[in-house]
């Protein structure tokens, strides 16, 4: 079998190297993204949390009883 020639070996070597570097800049571009949609999916699911909370309050009643009192009967049915 016949040797590679140096210079071959240095161009298959950089060739590599630069494969290499160029996947892992699209790895870090992607990580990037991932997080990106991670943060944005969490900001969603604060929101909606705070909005199940609001429908929440919004759904139990509040009865006056006497001037400046006030009271909270969940209702059934």
């Known amino acids: 079998m016949p040797r590679a020639s140096p210079g071959r070996c240095e161009e298959t070597i950089n060739l590599f190297a630069r494969q290499l570097h160029a996947s892992a800049q699209e790895n ?3 990580i990037q993204k991932l997080d990106a949609a991670r943060r944005e999916l969490e900001e969603e699911l604060s929101t909606i ?9 919004l759904s139990t009643p509040i009865i ?3 001037e400046r009192t006030s009271s909270c009967c969940p209702s059934s049915g």
Do not use: K, N, P, V
């Open 64 to 66: 006056e009883l006497r």
């Open 28 to 30: 870090e571009r992607s």
């Open 49 to 57: 949390e705070q909005q199940r909370l609001a429908i929440r309050d």
